[in-house]
């Protein structure tokens, strides 16, 4: 039954629903309202409950926390009695137009994305596999980056290979598509510290501060862990944070640890992480892994039996290393049916990959040769020798390129790696990199792969 309030002293009927809106508003300060509050609604009155929308969980959440006593005043304020009220979220509609930062003179017309960053075309919303494990941190990546500007920061953090970095590609891919006027930039924490020392050290960290302060709408920094211990870095991000927050920018952060973890990181750094939208990315259980492994294979077209998708979930123990596994087998098997020894290898070889790389940073070139000969289908020690075959020269020149642009080594270290002087490392870059610009498929698809086993991501240029 609807309720409605005859206040006969106060002349007219007067809408309850907005009444309580008005009543909550003189509580809440203006900023809140605006930052917090734009969603909410009051969706029904019956004598025994009232009803609140939110656009999503977690403003739900946030507004349950901190404003509990208030929502039970007005309540009272308003109707007179202790009727209780509930607070709903309304699922996020997929088709709503996202909202962008830019004012409302901004031209609708559209451009080409502004290019600040190259984002992996493959890591979408809709190439990512959602369970319950995982939705909040899927639903909370699709409210940012449909309303970027409107949460801050949106910090993501969970174990490594558990998507994350999937999550803020997919978050730049949507952006841009939706409003390609948007600027938006990804890179890593260590990206981050090596341009502002550089630019500390040329005199240009007004430059630097300019470029990501002023010319920025949204700014994503993965890998946060990387700047414990770096005192530096930590005020150079927390007044970052502090300017994209008043600017009401996007800024959003991750880490492989919880802030909590994150212990020596300056305390001010922290609570302002906790200020913002913090959302947990989990690892499957056995069960969903199972499911995520089918999904990968279907995609992939390649038929695998139950046996072979426990025997990869069994070695995976996250989804970068199954996703690694799959993707290998569907490599090596494009049209033949896929055997179990062929699988049994593929789990072994990759699997060993993974571990040793998460242990031990001084296995570095160990890992790397090993990942390039999984790649191109050879024994690590062919690489490493002097035999000269196509396909060996080949494989070297793809490493020696990959070194380069994504691992930031430099040419010398590089000749050292595969004992070839200064010029043929020079002459190797130059040439797959012009594969590359001419759109060669199965260069680009042998650097995705070695990205993949390497836990590399674009954009990481040593420039
Ligand atoms: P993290 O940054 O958390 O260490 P990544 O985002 O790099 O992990 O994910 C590792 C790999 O696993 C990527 O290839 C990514 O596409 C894939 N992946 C992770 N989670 C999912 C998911 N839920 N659905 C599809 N692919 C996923
Ligand atoms: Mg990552």
Redesign the pocket.
Known sequence: MKYEFNFSNRGPVVDVKEQLIESLKSKISRKIWELWFETFKVESVSDDLIIFTVGNLFIKDWINERYAKQFKEIVKEVTGKDISYTIKDEVIQESCTPKSTLNESTPLVRKRPVLLSEFNK??TFE????GLF?EESYDGAIEIAKNPGKMNPFFLY?G????????LHAMGNYMLESNPDLHVMYMTAEKFTNDLVISIKNGTSNDFRKNIREKLDVLMIDDIQFLAGKDGIQSELFHTLNYFIDGQKQIIL?SDRTPTQLSEFQPRLISRLQMGLMVK?NSPDNETKME?ARAFAKKNRIDLNEEMIRQIVRASDN??TM?GIINKIAFKNAKNSVDESTVSRIVNEISGIQIRKVEDKAVEKEVFFQSLASVFDLRPAEIDAKLRTAKLSNARQVGMFFARKYMGKTFAEIGEWFGRDHSSVVYACKKVEESVRVGNAIVKKEIVQLQ?LL?IQNGESAG
Not at 127 to 130: G, Q
Request: net charge positive.
């Open positions: 493959e890591y190439n990512f596999v959602v995982n969970g490594v290979g558990l998507g994350k970095t999937h999550l991750c990315v995520i989804i970068r996703k993949e836990h």
